[in-house]
């Protein structure tokens, strides 16, 4: 069993930044991918960027790209996602999930149904 625990989330201005962090816990942290997810009110769920164990692959959100930088730190087991030039359509309860069967260290799942691990979610409200 992993359990993740995510911080760092919060209200910020628009054109703000923020760093949301994920702490696993468990000692095969770096053979799991990662992703972020978030969901809106009223909205599903939606996947944010994902990396690979080796943390040589990230993949992004069309919306996030250039704004999201995902990375980790396995010495840690910890995973970041820092968001820069934050909009209020980025307002949402971000989740981080991990993968336990990824099949390599060079991809990672862009579905949640891939996601075997849950945090318990971080507010992030961005203000306009």
């Known amino acids: 069993q992993v359990q993740l625990v995510e911080s760092g989330g919060g209200l910020v201005q628009a054109g703000g930044s923020l760093r949301l962090s994920c702490a696993a816990s468990?000692?095969?942290?770096?053979?799991?991918?990662m992703g972020w997810f978030r969901q809106a009110p009223g909205k599903e769920r939606e996947f944010v960027a994902a990396?690979?164990?080796?943390?040589?692959?990230?993949y992004y959100a069309d919306s996030v790209k250039g704004r999201f930088t995902i990375s980790r730190d396995n010495a840690k087991n910890t995973v970041y996602l820092q968001m820069n030039s934050l909009k209020p359509e980025d307002t949402a309860v971000y989740y981080c999930?991990?993968?336990?069967?990824?099949?390599?260290?060079?991809?990672?799942?862009?579905?949640?149904?891939?996601?075997?691990?849950w945090g318990q979610g971080t507010q992030v409200t961005v203000s306009s």
């Open positions: 999930a991990a993968d336990r069967l990824s099949p390599s260290p060079w991809v990672a799942g862009i579905v949640g149904a891939q996601y075997d691990y």
């Open positions: 468990g000692r095969t942290f770096s053979s799991y991918a």
């Open positions: 990396i690979s164990w080796s943390g040589g692959s990230t």
